[in-house]
């Protein structure tokens, strides 16, 4: 079994900001893509940005120059640095990974999420 445990999640200013981390636990051989997603009450779950194991990076659009996401392979666990934050990234964010476990099988994982509120 594989766990993903995220933390740092938290209630913040406009303008504030947060670190988000994920931890991978459990049968792992190896993690490919590691990522975060968010879903705001109502909205569907969309890609904040994703991370390759070389460090290859993909953002999306309403969080460029504002995010950063790095990984630290030897720890399997990945970072999601958010600055300059604003009440539309108020969401609930979730931690994903590629997995290749311990038996060779590769499967998706995701974390049970973190609540990231953004209010004065």
């Known amino acids: 079994q594989v766990q993903l445990v995220e933390s740092g999640g938290g209630l913040v200013q406009p303008g504030g900001s947060l670190r988000l981390s994920c931890v991978a636990s459990?049968?792992?051989?190896?993690?490919?893509?590691m990522g975060w997603y968010r879903q705001a009450p109502g909205k569907q779950r969309e890609l904040v940005a994703t991370?390759?194991?070389?460090?290859?990076?993909n953002y999306a659009d309403s969080v460029k120059g504002r995010f950063t996401i790095s990984r630290d392979n030897a720890k399997n666990t990945v970072y999601l640095q958010m600055n300059s934050l604003k009440p539309e990234d108020t969401a609930v964010y979730y931690c994903n990974a590629d997995v290749i476990n311990g038996l060779r099988t590769r499967r998706d994982y995701w974390g049970q999420g973190t609540q990231v509120t953004v209010s004065s």
């Open positions: 991370i390759t194991r070389p460090g290859s990076t």
């Open positions: 459990g049968n792992i051989f190896s993690i490919n893509a």
